[in-house]
């Protein structure tokens, strides 16, 4: 079994294994995934030396949650850390869907909305003990400049002093915030003492604007990041979505000269795209979402193939990689 990094969640005790385990797949929302499959996919995880998994209400709405629980629950409790996340409530569908799950979604980043959250998700996941809470979703990505607006303001005024009551009393270790965007990270932090932002696809190999911003904040706050989407949804792993659409041309086209620049030197591309997030000090984790065991598995490797340092400096000198980007220790 690989000995993994642990690297420390903000200030708090947590300390997550620096390879984690997204759920998002698994809940079966964007392919079908039964029950046992995504059981399958923890305990990949687990036997792989992974003990750190981050899953949430939406993904499979609800789905998930059951599928990590019960694949944890005879887990040793002081060895894995589990993240969840808040402002989503599930309620009862009328529509008379059953798949994932028999529920539609409503928004609430209120102190009783995230307290309720909480709550929920205890009893679907089946577990004692919740160790981060992630508010989800929130920012003009999701929810359009001036609904956002509202949102933000309710999360400042209210839905925060749930999470520190939270943090306080020990119903969890950590709060943080987890999107797909750096501008509300930014936000936040004007609000808020954090412990971790869960980043998804906008610190990856493709893509590293929160250099110019968020990371060095992070880095003064002592607040980690969590990089979701290290693959930016698969095009940096040969298939052709981003952003969990169809890529467009331009991200396609810097695709390819990436992949060039590694094909160059023998390296596969998910395996630079993998490691190269954990070279920056604000980053604790990255948490790829496999569809499968087998898949899991398979990418495994990529996480110790050795990648010359020359690799990064090429795609530096093509204009492929952020002049301030940390990069990993590789061999002469």
């Known amino acids: ?40 996919i923890v305990s990949a995880a687990w036997d792989a030396g992974v003990r750190y998994v981050d899953t ?22 002081d060895e894995w850390v589990l993240g969840t996340k808040v402002g989503r409530l599930l309620r009862p569908t009328k529509e008379g869907r059953i798949e994932p799950m028999p529920f539609d979604v409503i928004y609430d980043y209120s102190y009783d909305g995230i307290m309720r959250s909480i709550e929920d998700s205890y009893q679907r996941l089946g577990l004692a003990k919740i160790d981060i809470a992630l508010v989800h979703d929130i920012g003009a990505y999701q929810h359009g400049v001036e609904l956002n607006a509202v949102y933000l303001k309710t999360l400042a005024e209210s839905g925060y002093k749930a999470l520190e ?55 003064a706050r002592g607040t980690s990041i969590i990089v979701g989407g290290p693959l930016n949804s698969g095009i940096l792993a040969g298939r052709d979505t981003w952003n969990y659409a169809a890529a467009p041309a331009e991200v396609v086209a810097r695709v390819k000269k990436i992949q060039a620049v590694c094909e160059a030197h023998g390296v596969p591309l998910p395996a630079a795209a993998l490691q190269f997030p954990l070279a920056h000090p604000a ?23 050795v990648i010359p340092s020359a690799l990064w400096s090429d795609l530096r000198n093509e204009g492929l990689l952020h002049p301030n980007a940390p990069v990993p220790r590789s061999p002469n």
Request: aromatic share 6%.
């Open 165 to 219: 009551e939270l943090r306080r009393t020990g119903v969890v270790s950590a709060i943080g915030i987890g999107v797909n965007e750096k501008e509300v990270l930014i936000d936040a932090l004007g609000f808020g003492d954090w412990d971790a932002f869960l980043l998804a696809g906008r610190y990856t190999l493709l893509e590293q604007g929160p250099l110019d911003d968020l990371l060095p904040m992070c880095v």
């Open 56 to 77: 949430a209400p939406f993904y499979g709405i609800g789905a998930a949650e059951h599928r990590v629980g019960d694949a944890l629950r005879d887990k040793p409790r």
């Open 283 to 305: 980053v604790c984790a990255v948490i790829p979402g496999p569809r499968t065991a087998a898949e899991f598995n398979e990418n495994l490797p990529l996480f110790t193939r």
């Open 1 to 40: 079994m690989p000995t993994w990094e642990k690297r420390q969640v903000g200030r708090t005790a947590l300390h997550v294994t620096t390879l984690g385990l997204g759920t998002a797949t698994m809940g079966g929302t964007r392919v079908k995934v039964t029950r046992q499959q995504g059981e399958d």
